[in-house]
């Protein structure tokens, strides 16, 4: 009879956990879940750049849709179909990005994590910029094709990975993928520049315009669209839980890119839709950001990055080189960031400190994220606390 396996001595699941957290806490990486209710803080976390998250349009939207047609969307759409207002937001996505079409997903990871291996796979080759979201590292990874990574916006370095790919490739695919306004460091792509490799490559080009959409181009439409470059990139990744307050990721491309993503991307087909009024509230959040209210919104945005670089006390400036509503003030080490960041939270600040494996070991920051609706005493406010922490 065969012999039972026997756990071996000392492999305690909730022992060897503990050991790993106290390691992570030793090293100042480890991370907690924290209750922002509980107390008032001014809010320089969120990603919410234009305050669209409580606009009472989104709201009502979200309100009526959850009245009409229930909480949840019940299963995925290959299941149970597509109710006409996700059809009728993807038609909005679509002509916003000027693609022929766009698919809606759970969120903008799964949009990633779905699309990257079903373009790509054993024999084909991911590159991707150095500093690339978590979504789209993992999704790579998860393709199987061969990653590899050019140095953070240094097209020359993308270049000469290309020139050895293309001399070698055979028919093989080669996928560029980058964000165009990057999350944590809040700088922009070089997107010209990838666009012509790809092209003279014959490569194709993901970009991730989570931190972009709703913030650049004559309707808020992207960095891509504000280069006028909307017809040369293949693949246009999103969220609506940025800028347009909501939940919820897409792709926007071709009609074949989208039918494609429909019968192979694991994470559309098994995950259930999103539900009405979050798709409600997406739409709303569309149509006003294309709008009046939406360039008005971007113009006060500006308007307060301006106030904040005005105002940032001396010891910071060096640090802040970002244009965008993306500030990071980096401090180094991640003991320092806890260090800030905890006393600005004494101070009524919500700042995260953000730290390795989210951003390079020794690269720990302070992720300042200013929005539309900050007014100026409150921006005026961080920076006192900001010039009252540089001199301790």
């Not at 695919?173 to 809040?186: A, H």
Request: a positive charge; proline letters at 4%; hydrophobic letters at 45%.
């Amino acid at each position: 009879m065969a012999k039972r396996n026997c756990r071996p001595p000392g492999l305690n699941l909730d022992s060897i956990l503990r050991a790993e957290l106290a390691a992570l806490e030793q090293a100042g990486l480890r991370r907690r879940l924290l209750a922002t209710d509980e107390s008032p803080l001014l809010n320089f976390a969120a990603n919410n750049y234009l305050g669209l998250s409580h606009h009472p349009a989104l709201i009502e939207a979200a309100r009526r849709a959850t009245v009409e047609r229930g909480v949840g969307a019940g299963a995925s759409r290959l299941v149970t179909g597509t109710d006409s207002t996700v059809l009728a937001l993807e038609e909005q996505l679509a002509a916003w990005k000027e693609k022929e079409a766009a698919l809606v997903f759970s969120s903008g990871y799964t949009a990633a994590l779905g699309t990257i291996p079903a373009l790509a796979s054993r024999g084909d080759t991911v590159i991707l910029d150095k500093l690339a979201h978590a979504s789209l590292i993992d999704a790579a990874r998860l393709s199987g094709a061969t990653v590899r990574v050019f140095a953070h916006n240094r097209p020359e370095k993308l270049d000469e990975l290309l020139r050895k790919l293309s001399a070698a490739r055979g028919a093989n695919r080669i996928l560029i993928v980058t964000e165009s306004i990057f999350s944590m460091d809040g700088d922009a792509a070089r997107l010209r520049e990838l666009v012509e490799l790809k092209e003279r490559h014959g490569a194709w080009l993901l970009v991730d315009e989570a931190h972009a959409t709703a913030l650049y181009g004559a309707t808020g439409a992207g960095l891509i669209a504000e280069a006028g470059l909307s017809s040369r990139v293949e693949i246009v990744l999103g969220t609506l839980s940025k800028a347009l307050g909501s939940v919820g990721g897409y792709i926007a491309g071709s009609r074949p890119l989208i039918d494609c993503l429909i019968n192979r991307a694991r994470s559309f087909i098994y995950s259930t839709a999103l539900p009405p009024g979050v798709v409600a509230a997406g739409r709303a959040a569309i149509d006003l950001v294309r709008g009046p209210e939406g360039a008005s919104l971007r113009a006060r945005l500006r308007e307060n990055i301006a106030r904040f670089h005005a105002g940032l006390p001396v010891a910071w400036v060096k640090q802040v080189h970002s244009s965008s509503a993306i500030q990071p003030l980096i401090c180094g080490e991640a003991m320092t960031a806890l260090s800030l960041a905890a006393a600005l939270h004494e101070r009524g600040f919500l700042i995260p400190a953000i730290r390795y494996p989210t951003v390079p070991r020794h690269a720990a920051r302070l992720r300042i994220t200013l929005n539309a609706a900050h007014v100026s005493k409150e921006i005026d406010a961080l920076n006192d606390a900001l010039a009252a922490l540089s001199s301790r």
